[in-house]
């Protein structure tokens, strides 16, 4: 009679730990993350963070337009809920592209500071690899953003021409 009692005591204790580590676990607060990056046609299109200020997070939105060859990047007025203006970049001169040549670009952003994130950009077809940010041109009156370039590598070795 006692080994019953015993185990129906640790059965309910174990019923009981498993119930609470369950309610524990499913309480804590989720962190919900969308996809940052969409595509379509000429067109692909991802959004970053950008420490303007620190106390108020601001989102960046990189464009790039495969039909002008150029990267476009904006911030968006937090307050107001509107686009700040474009900065470019002339991809075809960045990567040392010729006109018309079959390119593929890549890019996706992570953050490198806090509030901060970096665009990382990648052409397929000449193996080169890009570091961005967007941020603040203090040469302009009023300051105006900026794309800032970080690196510009090679993630492959070149292919020698025959």
Known sequence: MRRGISGVVGLAVGLVLGVLSTWGYMS?????????????????MVTGAVAVNPRAPTDGVWLLDYRSGKLLATVIDRNLGKITGWAEMDLVAEFGLQPRQN?????????IALGQAALYLVETTSGKFGVYSLGTDATTIPARFAIRRHDLGFFRAPEQKK
Do not use: C, K, W
């Not at 804590?28 to 692909?44: C, H, K, M, N, W």
């Not at 390119?103 to 953050?111: A, I, K, L």
């Open 28 to 44: 804590q607060p989720r962190l919900i993350q969308a996809g940052t990056s969409d595509r379509f046609e000429d067109y692909v």
């Open 103 to 111: 390119v593929h670009f890549m890019m996706t952003t992570g953050n």
